[in-house]
């Protein structure tokens, strides 16, 4: 069963940019492609594949996240 209240965050480490991919879910994680356990993910600013994932249990978390404090 999937908790309604996490949201799937990620973090570039290349750009930094920070964002919400959006409520966790089978559609989202995706199972890796080729040996590699980091989820095919790309950042939406600069195109990196560093991007580091957060799963924020509800919105409290997610804005910490967002504001650079998780
Ligand atoms: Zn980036």
Redesign the pocket.
């Given at each position: 069963m999937i908790d309604q209240s996490s949201m799937l965050c990620a973090h570039?480490?290349?750009?930094?940019?920070r964002s919400v991919l959006g409520r966790v879910d089978a559609a989202t994680l995706t199972p890796p492609a080729e040996g590699g356990n980091a989820p095919r993910l790309?950042?939406?600013?600069?195109?990196?594949r560093?991007?580091k994932l957060f799963n924020a249990q509800g919105p409290v978390e997610m804005l910490a996240f967002l504001n650079g404090r998780m």
């Amino acid at each position: 069963m999937i908790d309604q209240s996490s949201m799937l965050c990620a973090h570039c480490q290349r750009c930094g940019r920070r964002s919400v991919l959006g409520r966790v879910d089978a559609a989202t994680l995706t199972p890796p492609a080729e040996g590699g356990n980091a989820p095919r993910l790309r950042c939406d600013m600069c195109g990196g594949r560093q991007v580091k994932l957060f799963n924020a249990q509800g919105p409290v978390e997610m804005l910490a996240f967002l504001n650079g404090r998780m």
